[in-house]
């Protein structure tokens, strides 16, 4: 790698963020380019870290100093006996994330240059988001909890600031609690905020609970991973206060907030009220990863951890929870994707279905770690699902973004007869729908194909070992997951239909006349497009490279051949349910939008059973408003009533009293105040000869 | 030799004439002159108290004359108060001046 590369891959935009205020004072092109060239720069250096764990030998390129082996970590002790350091971990994951992060920032910045352009707030804009790659890689490349959590409140602080980055529009709200759509955009940011709040709070108190657990049971106190997976006395510690599953339980909650998982999933629809790029970065391709990162880096600590002491139930509630709760959410997020109205919220709703299949996948890696003993399978098949994710999501949000920036209009009814304006972008925004469907022979059928087989393999292998509840939990999370899959396909159909094949609408129509074209993005955006459209056509072929990058340093996997690979994928027996899946989702979805036999609003009118369920769906399964008015409205009521009866009564009150007490006492005093000096000065001579007698006799 | 106790009986006597001045003049400037006696008082008193038959000590006297130099700049300040007083008011009579009282 070049030299310190896993510090300067964060370091680098954390600078650039840093330096954006100072650059803008010299012009404004400057600090554009300065700011995507920080982004930029900073991914090399965390693409050079590539190579070397291929190698499996960490090499510093300009000196040729072998610094160690994968996995490689480099820190600064800050206070030895408290076990807090700064430091950063070269391995398989870490440095995956790293480029996934960094990688796909560099191209959305320079994406941004052309989507951005003439904002009058850029400066902001180019802070938060290099501020935000840094911090995400921090997050990613941490090599202990206190650092990596750091870096997860620095990315949810981008979040926030980047959601409400038009707080200043003027235009009317899009949904009338509000005045103007600035306003709306603030208090999304802030929904998104405060709900990931949550989450973080779990997070910590799990943190420092394992924190507090080797400070008592030594050797010595850690927030390091590779520490905490030598050493078990914290995790015999905890089993014996009973508070192990408690607290991988909250530290499971981190991760559900962070990558919108149920019951917190409610904020990811609202964080599209940012700008396209930051929906593109954030909030579809890193930073929800990172609870699905976090999960992977903690799962093999616990396998490694309870195999020694003897603990798999613990691991065995932990993967149920992290399967269960995935499988819920990618279910539940794919039915309000088919109804929503928004192109961006069809694809906020599709990644948190897409990242429950993460969970699910991962989840289910604990699963069969607990019956067989390895995690590898769900592990990759999670890992690789993120990156085929990573790619084809920040493909389709980049494509929304150029149609949004050419149509200005996020509805997608509004939309419609776009192929022909705009070919490139349909062509690209279609290999990404195509991709996120998981139809072969693109990135997206071979991940979710990975997973499908995971569960599988669990079931199997569950059944073999003797273990019916669990190979019957198998079947299940797989049928469930195969069901998404059907309901994946038919709102990706029905995204691409509405927008780009449907006749032209009214409002595009309107446009025409008054003479503002749609056109086709320009070569800053739409040659980005290209770059990812091309990688999730070919993703496929990088699995087997990706399977030996995944497992350097693991012990005991064996590695398939390419072929192997794809034999196992194509020959799996899980095939014939992802065929079923694919008419099961796509026939309907063609009849309904592709040819328009059937017209959708029709339908819904004949039957009343269909209408009930699109309203229960439109309506998010009513758990957004059961928290607007149970979470929020109770607390709203909660304040009211401790600003009545604890503000109002006691506080108020006392100090009405004491102003009371001091008023009627000086009151009292007031006649002695004469204002004529001389008095005071009679009053002085008094005192100093009381003094003066006082220091005679007394 | 003059006692130190003769010291400090001047110095005492010094201090309740500034006292008295300032209880019974009514006219600033000469209330000002009663402030100035007072400062003397504590200066001579002072210097009274740092003296012992080794001889003076100089860092009271140090003090003492920083004291004087700073009771000057005072003065300073309260004469030019009272110039505006007057230009305010166009009496020097502090009986006159209550708006202060509450």
Redesign the interface.
Same mark, same amino acid.
């Given at each position: 790698m070049l030299p310190l590369a896993p510090w300067l891959c964060w370091g680098i935009p954390v600078i650039g963020a840093i330096l954006t205020p100072l650059l803008a004072k010299i012009g404004h092109k400057v600090r554009d380019y300065g700011a995507v060239l920080f982004s930029i720069a900073g991914f090399i250096f965390g693409l050079s870290m590539v190579p070397d764990i291929f190698t499996g030998q960490v090499v510093n390129w300009f000196t040729g100093e072998r610094l160690g082996s994968i996995p490689y970590e480099s820190k600064v002790v800050w206070i030895y006996e408290l076990g807090i350091e700064m430091g950063v971990l070269v391995d398989p994951l870490s440095v995956f994330m790293a480029n996934i992060a960094g990688g796909l920032g560099a191209l959305i910045m320079v994406y941004a240059l052309g989507y951005m352009h003439g904002d009058p707030d850029l400066t902001r804009y180019w802070f938060f988001k290099n501020f935000f790659i840094g911090g995400m890689v921090l997050l990613v490349i941490a090599n202990n909890f206190l650092q990596m959590f750091i870096g997860w409140e620095i990315v949810g602080l981008c979040s926030y600031a980047l959601i409400g980055f038009w707080h200043k529009k003027k235009e009317p709200s899009p949904v009338p609690d509000y005045k103007t759509e600035g306003e709306y955009n603030a208090m999304c940011g802030m929904k998104a905020f405060i709900t990931t709040r949550v989450g973080d709070v779990a997070l910590l108190i799990a943190i420092l609970t394992i924190y507090a657990a080797t400070l008592r049971a030594g050797p010595r106190p850690t927030f390091n991973f590779l520490e905490l997976r030598e050493q078990v006395e914290w995790a015999r510690l905890l089993v014996a206060s009973g508070l192990l599953v408690p607290t991988i339980i909250l530290l499971f909650g981190g991760p559900v907030g962070k990558s919108a998982q149920f019951p917190l999933h409610v904020w990811l629809p609202e964080a599209m009220a940012g700008p396209t790029t930051v929906s593109a970065l954030i909030h579809a391709a890193t930073m929800v990863k990172a609870g699905v990162y976090l999960v992977a880096r903690v799962l093999p600590i616990f396998v490694e951890v309870f195999k020694v002491i003897d603990l798999t139930n613990a691991l065995y509630t932990f993967s149920l929870v992290v399967a269960c709760i995935g499988a819920f959410t990618a279910f539940l997020a794919a039915t309000m994707g088919m109804v929503a109205r928004e192109v961006k919220k069809v694809l906020a709703y599709s990644t948190i279905s897409q990242i429950g299949y993460m969970m699910l996948a991962r989840g289910r890696g604990g699963l069969i770690g607990y019956v067989a003993g390895e995690i590898a399978e769900g592990y990759y098949a999670g890992t690789f699902h993120l990156m085929s994710h990573a790619v084809f999501k920040a493909l389709l949000f980049l494509s929304a973004g150029a149609v949004l920036h050419a149509t200005e209009t996020k509805d997608m009814f509004e939309m419609g007869g776009l192929r022909q304006y705009m070919p490139i972008t349909y062509k690209c925004m279609f290999i990404g729908a195509l991709s996120l469907a998981g139809i072969p022979p693109l990135s997206g059928f071979w991940s979710k194909e990975t997973i499908f087989d995971a569960a599988w393999v669990l079931a199997e292998e569950a059944y073999q070992h003797g273990y019916a509840f669990i190979g019957v939990t198998g079947y299940i999370l797989l049928f469930i997951a195969v069901i998404t899959a059907a309901m994946t396909l038919f709102y990706s159909i029905r995204m691409i239909a509405i927008i780009f094949i449907w006749p032209e609408s009214e409002y595009i129509k309107e446009r025409e006349q008054k003479g503002e074209h749609v056109h086709e993005a320009p070569p800053v955006m739409w040659v980005p497009l290209a770059v990812l459209a091309a990688v999730s056509v070919i993703g496929g072929l990088f699995a087997p490279a990706f399977q030996v990058f995944m497992f350097k340093g693991w012990e005991g996997i064996e590695i398939h051949a390419p072929a192997e690979i794809f034999i196992k994928t194509v020959a799996s027996p899980t095939i014939f349910m992802t065929l079923g899946a694919f008419a099961l989702g796509g026939i309907p979805a063609y009849y309904f939008y592709w040819s328009r036999k059937i017209d959708p609003g029709e339908f819904l009118e004949k039957h009343g059973f269909f209408r009930t369920i699109h309203s229960f769906f439109y309506n998010r399964w009513y758990i957004n408003d059961f928290y607007t008015k149970v979470i929020v409205g109770g607390f709203i009521k909660f304040s009211n009533a401790v600003y009545k009866f604890f503000e109002q009564g006691i506080v108020d009150r006392f100090n009405y009293a004491l102003a009371w007490v001091v008023r009627s006492f000086s009151q009292a005093f007031?006649k002695t105040?004469?204002?004529?000096?001389?008095y005071n =000065?009679?009053a002085? =001579?008094l005192g100093?000869i009381a003094i003066l007698l006082l220091l005679l006799f007394g | 030799m003059i006692g130190l106790n003769w010291y400090l009986a001047a110095s005492a006597i010094l !201090?309740l004439i500034g %006292? !008295?001045c %300032?209880?019974?003049? @009514?006219n600033l400037i000469k209330?000002i002159i009663g402030i100035e006696i007072l400062i003397n008082a504590a200066h001579l008193n002072f210097i009274a108290l740092s003296t012992t038959t080794a001889g003076l000590d100089p860092l009271a006297r140090t003090y003492v004359i920083v004291s004087i130099g700073v009771g000057a700049g005072v003065i300073a300040l309260a004469l030019s108060l009272t110039l505006l007083v007057y230009r305010h008011y166009g009496t020097l009579d502090? @009986?006159k001046? @209550?708006r %202060?009282?509450?």
């Open positions: 007031r105040h004469t204002g004529d000096l001389n =000065m009679i002085v =001579m100093v | !201090y %006292l !008295y %300032l209880a019974t003049k @009514r209330m502090v @009986r001046m @209550r %202060l009282k509450w």
